[in-house]
């Protein structure tokens, strides 16, 4: 479920099918309502995701250009082997940003923050 964890930064935490698809069209249909008018940097944490099949890659990639179109960042964090192999597979681990762990991602995002004030 996809949640303000302050007032520009959004975590979704993902787990395995059927409710990583919902969570992301979610997610999606949250950035798309918002617009123009909330700039939201977006933590997608992976940790319990399994498995991504195609459908789920073009989620994430829908889930991008929403969060860069804004000019905000996505971080995804907590990529398990499985999952990481796969994004290494199809050249997404250079189309995305990627963090160890969910904290990991909230901080760089504040540190980015920050630095940009």
């Given at each position: 479920m996809a949640t303000d964890w302050s007032d520009n930064i959004i975590v979704?935490?993902?787990?395995?099918?059927?409710?990583?698809?919902e969570e992301l069209n979610g997610l999606l249909a949250r950035l798309e309502q918002n617009g123009d008018t909330r700039h939201s940097s977006v933590v997608v944490n992976m940790a319990d995701v399994t498995y991504l099949n195609s459908s789920n890659i073009a989620q994430l990639l829908r889930?991008?250009?929403?969060?860069?179109g804004h000019g905000a960042r996505l971080k995804i964090?907590?990529?398990?082997d499985a999952?990481?192999?796969?994004m290494m597979?199809?050249?997404?681990?250079?189309?995305?940003?990627?963090?160890?762990?969910k904290a990991t991602?909230?901080?760089?995002?504040?540190l980015e923050s920050n630095a940009g004030e």
């Open positions: 979704c935490d993902l787990a395995d099918e059927p409710s990583l698809s889930v991008r250009k929403a969060v860069n964090a907590g990529t398990r999952v990481w192999s796969v597979l199809t050249g997404l681990d250079k189309v995305f940003d990627f963090a160890p762990d991602a909230l901080a760089s995002l504040q």
